[in-house]
T-cell receptor, first 115, second 114 residues
């Protein structure tokens, strides 16, 4: 089965350090989402891309978060500087537009702990 | 903008008993509706979706959901649960328009009791 691959699976870092999370979407998928999941806030949409162009990143704290798709096989989410409140599981999902063939597939997530 | 409400944060149910997980949505336009399941330490997996057509939608693992437009609901049901159904279930909504942003509810933890 085709999978969305996220790396790393786990990351522990000190406050103030830069964190980069990577996502390899399924080949052929043109839509990529980044979500953050915490106990308190649940699943929050951070950003999403279509055909590598950012459509909405209003859910991201702009001063420290950035999301990019340098090419169709890689999406990145960076936090600089990281803070303890950024501790969460970050999910990437990819798919095609729903009216074409719904298939948003989620990766297994990156569990980030900022100490 | 759309929103999703899952009123039950936790639902305990005995094995082989039926279960219903409730989901209500709010939107000013027509929407697509989804249910996802998340097992511990895993990503979300699509259970079923409603795009159009029949309001009763069947998904994987014996789950089904019924779209009720007048009540703006999309409740998830299973006639007989198994221990392996213990997981967290998320209802989600997306608009039909170009962006099709997917908004999730807060989740319902289903605990199946032996």
């Amino acid at each position: 089965d085709a999978r969305v691959t996220q790396t790393p699976r786990h990351k522990v870092t000190e406050m103030g350090q830069e964190v980069t999370m990577r996502c390899q979407p399924i080949l052929g998928h043109n839509t990529v989402f980044w979500y953050r999941q915490t106990m308190m806030q649940g699943l929050e949409l951070l950003a999403y891309f279509r055909n590598r162009a950012p459509l909405d990143d209003s859910g991201m704290p702009k001063d420290r978060f950035s999301a990019e798709m340098p090419d169709a096989t890689l999406a990145t989410l960076k936090i600089q500087p990281s803070e303890p409140r950024d501790s969460a599981v970050y999910f990437c999902a990819s798919g095609l537009p729903i009216n074409k063939n719904y298939g948003y597939t989620f990766g297994s997530g990156t569990r980030l702990t900022v100490v | 903008a759309q929103s999703v409400t899952q009123l039950d944060s936790q639902v305990p149910v005995f094995e082989e008993a039926p279960v219903e997980l409730r989901c209500n949505y709010s939107s000013s336009v027509s929407v697509y509706l989804f249910w996802y399941v998340q097992y511990p330490n895993q990503g979300l997996q699509l259970l079923l979706k409603y795009l159009s057509g029949s309001t009763l939608v069947k998904g994987i693992n014996g789950f089904e959901a019924e779209f009720n437009k007048s009540q703006t609901s999309f409740h998830l049901r299973k006639p007989s649960v198994h221990i392996s159904d213990t997981a967290e279930y998320f209802c989600a909504v997306s608009d039909l328009g170009g962006y099709q942003k997917v908004t999730f509810g807060t989740g319902t933890k289903l605990q199946v009791i032996p």
